[in-house]
């Protein structure tokens, strides 16, 4: 199992959590549960609501849309952020490619945490902003 601190060096490496104070991350890396997962499980379902966010601590990961695989992902990559913050459903399945780890970021936890912690919810609009396509800072 991970410490709160390996947790937080983790999820600062993503860059929607690169902006945000290490306090904040630390807040955030509280909640954060380990699971393992077996290959070929499930992680979320397409058109299904987004509950959590995962970040993939080992092992690889489909994405998979209308029966199709449209990419895979791996360590230190994050999955159902967006759908999650946005409040929307999820556009693609997850599903374990292979025996992988994630760190599992529980939704209503996650809106606690930024209703309680500005700094976090500043930070992550930031990273927002920045990453969203056609950005300017002009």
Do not use: W
Not at 49 to 54: E, I, R, S
């Amino acid at each position: 199992m991970l410490t709160t601190i390996e947790k937080v060096n983790l999820l600062q490496r993503v860059p929607l959590f690169r902006d945000v104070r290490t306090e904040s991350v630390a807040r955030v890396a509280a909640i954060a549960r380990e699971i393992s997962c077996e290959a070929r499980q499930l992680l979320f379902r397409e058109n299904d609501a987004a509950d959590a966010m995962l970040l993939v601590l080992e092992g690889r990961v489909a994405l998979v849309r209308d029966g199709n695989e449209t990419h895979e992902l791996g360590p230190g990559q994050l999955l159902g952020a967006l759908p999650l913050l946005a409040g929307e459903a999820h556009a693609e399945s997850a599903i374990a490619t292979q025996p992988v780890r994630v760190l599992q970021i529980d939704q209503q936890e996650f809106y606690e945490a930024m209703a309680e912690d500005f700094n976090l919810t500043r930070g992550l609009m930031r990273a927002l902003v920045r990453l969203a396509p056609g950005s300017s800072t002009g």
